[in-house]
C-alpha cells in the first residue's frame, strides 16, 4: 500500500513580540514548505489555534495539513497568561499599541486592595471585549471600526476566570498570572481590574504559557524550528490526547476510510468506549468516529466514521 508525505501535526511556537499571529501561520508555512512548492496553493496548509496579539509573546499551536481539521481542540481550550499592568495610565486599544487616554494616579493603591479586588474577578462573569478586537459587527471587525473612530458597542460575553494569581506589584505595574476559559480577553481584565482600583489598566507586557494544558515547554522558538523542524512537530494523535485510541486491523481500517460502519466485539476494543475515538491503523491515524452499542446485541459497538483523513484514504486507493 503506498503511503503519501503530508506535513501534519502541531508546532507550538513561541511567538516573538511584534509578529502578528498571521505572520507567524505564514512562517511555519514557509519552513515546511518544499522547495519546488513556489505556488501559495501547492504549500502546506497551517493556521492556528487561538489568536495572540502582536505584543503577545509565547504559545501559539500552528496546525500543519490535516491537523488543521482539528483545530477546534486548541480554540475552545483554557488558557494561561502572564500579564504586566501598568496602573497609572489606559489607552484607546487598552495596551501599549494605542494613544493614551487618561493618566493615574496610584499612590492609593496597595498590595491589600490588589487582593481584595481580585477576588471580584475570580470564577464565572460577564466581560465586554475591547473594542480593538477582531469581533465582527454588522459585518465588519471591530478594530477597523474604531480606528476610524467609530463608536463600537460590544455586547457582554460569559467567561471564566479559573484561577487569578498575583505574582507582585512594584511602582505602578501590577503582575498576574491568569487562567481562563475561551473567549477572555486579558486586555479587558487588566481594564476592568484598573477600574476597580479607581485606576488606569493598561497591558505593557502579555505572554501565552500554556493553552490546552500543554506545558510551556512544548514551545520552540524561531530558531529551534529553522533547525531542526521535524522534531519540533507534534503528532495529530497525540493533539488529540484527549480522545480515547481505537485501533483497526486491516479489514476494519479499510471499512472505515470507505466510510462505512465497522461492527467491534467488545473483547476487539483496546479503548474506552466514547462518543468521539481517535482511529488509528497500525501507527497511522485514520481520522475520528463514533462508537455506539449495536442494538440487536449485548456484546458489540458500532464504529461510525465521523472524519476521515484524505491520506488515509489515498493509502488504500493509492
Same mark, same amino acid.
Given at each position: 500500500?503506498?503511503?503519501?508525505?503530508?506535513?501534519?501535526?502541531?508546532?507550538?511556537?513561541?511567538?516573538?513580540?511584534?509578529?502578528?499571529?498571521?505572520?507567524?501561520?505564514?512562517? =511555519?508555512?514557509?519552513?515546511?514548505?518544499?522547495?519546488?512548492?513556489?505556488?501559495?496553493?501547492?504549500?502546506?496548509?497551517?493556521? +492556528?489555534?487561538?489568536?495572540?496579539?502582536?505584543?503577545?509573546?509565547?504559545?501559539?499551536?500552528?496546525?500543519?495539513?490535516?491537523?488543521?481539521?482539528?483545530?477546534?481542540?486548541?480554540?475552545?481550550?483554557?488558557?494561561?497568561?502572564?500579564?504586566?499592568?501598568?496602573?497609572?495610565?489606559?489607552?484607546?486599544?487598552?495596551?501599549?499599541?494605542?494613544?493614551?487616554?487618561?493618566?493615574?494616579?496610584?499612590? +492609593?493603591?496597595?498590595?491589600?486592595?490588589? +487582593?481584595? =479586588?481580585?477576588?471580584?474577578?475570580?470564577?464565572?462573569?460577564? /466581560?465586554?471585549?475591547?473594542?480593538?478586537?477582531?469581533?465582527?459587527?454588522?459585518?465588519?471587525?471591530?478594530?477597523?471600526?474604531?480606528?476610524?473612530?467609530?463608536?463600537?458597542?460590544?455586547?457582554?460575553?460569559?467567561?471564566?476566570? +479559573?484561577?487569578?494569581?498575583?505574582?507582585?506589584?512594584?511602582?505602578?505595574?501590577?503582575?498576574?498570572?491568569?487562567?481562563?476559559?475561551?473567549?477572555?480577553?486579558?486586555?479587558?481584565?487588566?481594564?476592568?481590574?484598573?477600574?476597580?482600583?479607581?485606576?488606569?489598566?493598561?497591558?505593557?507586557?502579555?505572554?501565552?504559557?500554556?493553552?490546552?494544558?500543554?506545558?510551556?515547554?512544548?514551545?520552540?522558538?524561531?530558531?529551534?524550528?529553522?533547525?531542526?523542524?521535524?522534531?519540533?512537530?507534534?503528532?495529530?494523535?497525540?493533539?488529540?490526547?484527549?480522545?480515547?485510541?481505537?485501533?483497526?486491523?486491516?479489514?476494519?481500517?479499510?471499512?472505515?476510510? $470507505?466510510?462505512?460502519? =465497522?461492527?467491534?466485539?467488545?473483547?476487539?476494543?483496546?479503548?474506552?468506549?466514547?462518543?468521539?475515538?481517535?482511529?488509528?491503523?497500525?501507527?497511522?491515524?485514520?481520522?475520528?468516529?463514533?462508537? /455506539?452499542?449495536?442494538?440487536?446485541?449485548?456484546?458489540?459497538?458500532?464504529? $461510525?466514521?465521523?472524519?476521515?483523513?484524505?491520506?488515509? $484514504?489515498?493509502?488504500?486507493?493509492?
Amino acid at each position: 500500500m503506498p503511503q503519501t508525505e503530508h506535513p501534519c501535526g502541531v508546532v507550538f511556537l513561541d511567538k516573538p513580540q511584534g509578529w502578528t499571529s498571521r505572520k507567524a501561520v505564514n512562517f =511555519v508555512i514557509r519552513c515546511f514548505a518544499k522547495p519546488q512548492q513556489k505556488n501559495r496553493k501547492q504549500r502546506p496548509k497551517a493556521g +492556528h489555534a487561538g489568536t495572540l496579539d502582536p505584543l503577545a509573546t509565547g504559545m501559539l499551536p500552528i496546525l500543519l495539513g490535516e491537523a488543521t481539521k482539528f483545530a477546534s481542540m486548541g480554540l475552545n481550550a483554557e488558557k494561561c497568561y502572564e500579564v504586566s499592568i501598568d496602573l497609572s495610565f489606559q489607552t484607546n486599544t487598552l495596551d501599549l499599541e494605542g494613544e493614551v487616554l487618561q493618566r493615574c494616579a496610584t499612590e +492609593h493603591v496597595d498590595e491589600d486592595a490588589i +487582593h481584595a =479586588v481580585l477576588e471580584q474577578f475570580r470564577g464565572l462573569q460577564q /466581560q465586554v471585549p475591547p473594542a480593538f478586537s477582531a469581533i465582527r459587527v454588522d459585518g465588519k471587525r471591530a478594530h477597523a471600526l474604531a480606528r476610524k473612530g467609530e463608536e463600537v458597542i460590544l455586547e457582554a460575553r460569559e467567561i471564566t476566570i +479559573h484561577k487569578l494569581e498575583f505574582l507582585s506589584f512594584s511602582g505602578c505595574i501590577l503582575s498576574l498570572k491568569v487562567d481562563c476559559s475561551k473567549g477572555t480577553y486579558i486586555r479587558s481584565l487588566a481594564r476592568d481590574i484598573g477600574l476597580a482600583l479607581a485606576c488606569g489598566g493598561c497591558v505593557t507586557a502579555l505572554r501565552r504559557v500554556s493553552s490546552g494544558g500543554w506545558a510551556e515547554a512544548m514551545m520552540v522558538s524561531v530558531a529551534e524550528l529553522e533547525e531542526r523542524k521535524e522534531a519540533c512537530m507534534l503528532p495529530l494523535p497525540k493533539w488529540l490526547r484527549d480522545l480515547p485510541t481505537l485501533r483497526l486491523d486491516e479489514a476494519e481500517a479499510k471499512r472505515f476510510v $470507505q466510510g462505512q460502519r =465497522v461492527v467491534l466485539a467488545d473483547e476487539e476494543m483496546k479503548a474506552e468506549t466514547s462518543v468521539l475515538s481517535c482511529i488509528l491503523w497500525q501507527e497511522t491515524m485514520l481520522g475520528t468516529g463514533t462508537l /455506539q452499542a449495536k442494538t440487536d446485541s449485548d456484546h458489540a459497538k458500532v464504529l $461510525q466514521p465521523q472524519r476521515v483523513l484524505p491520506s488515509a $484514504q489515498e493509502i488504500w486507493n493509492g
